[in-house]
T-cell receptor
């Protein structure tokens, strides 16, 4: 799987936008960028994915740079319930997701 | 649609015993993957089953095994339990046609404690 690099931790004020970056300089042309999150002791939850274009759903927006070497997950109005570990991943066709350390987002009141 | 369910949610075993965990995927999903999560190693892939066949395998010893039934439900078994097997075991289901390159839906996990 293509390697991803994320900051270890980030803080965000409640109600503000949380912008979580991810570098994936070795991504190939047909590989998607996926974001999952894991709230403490629960199963990971799918957030969003994209290939080239920016994507938005009810949970978040995903901004992918034109060269596709990096992306940013945006939670537009972070709440305390968004406190979690966020994983950026580039799944390959090996049938497995490789989870790195992710970014621990702490939303503060 | 009901989500992925895992049973039991909590389990306590002693060293040397064996354990079987169960996972029911989302209706219509044909792929089931299993992951182990420990504080030290994070989330690690165990294996994936698709249409009753193991399609991919991670780097775990042979004590870890699994199977999938015709209704896509899956079980994983750990024999001769060791203290280090204490972990949260997660399963994920997906449609199955594109492997990990499709959205994975995770269950709540089974927390296993080995004493």
């Amino acid at each position: 799987d293509a390697k991803t690099t994320q900051p270890t931790s980030m803080d965000c004020a409640e109600g503000r936008a949380a912008n979580l970056p991810c570098n994936h300089s070795t991504i190939s042309g047909n590989e998607y960028v996926y974001w999952y999150r894991q709230i403490h002791s629960q199963g990971p939850q799918y957030i969003i994915h994209g290939l080239k274009n920016n994507e938005t759903n009810e949970m978040a927006s995903l901004i992918i740079t034109e060269d596709r070497k990096s992306s940013t997950l945006i939670l537009p109005h972070a709440t305390l319930r968004d406190t979690a570990v966020y994983y950026c991943m580039i799944p390959s066709n090996t049938g497995k997701l490789i989870f790195g350390q992710g970014t621990t987002l702490q939303v503060k009141p | 649609k009901a989500g992925v369910t895992q049973t039991p949610r909590y389990l306590i075993k002693t060293r040397g015993q064996q354990v079987t965990l169960s996972c029911s995927p989302i209706s219509g999903h044909r792929s089931v993957s299993w992951y182990q999560q420990t504080p030290g190693q994070g989330l690690q892939f165990l294996f994936e089953y698709f249409s009753e066949t193991q399609r991919n395998k991670g780097n775990f010893p042979g004590r870890f095994s699994g199977r999938q039934f015709s209704n896509s439900r899956s079980e994983m078994n750990v024999s001769t339990l060791e203290l280090g097997d204490s972990a949260l075991y997660l399963c994920a289901s997906s449609g199955g046609t594109r492997g990990a390159q499709e959205t994975q839906y995770f269950g709540p996990g089974t927390r296993l404690l080995v004493l």
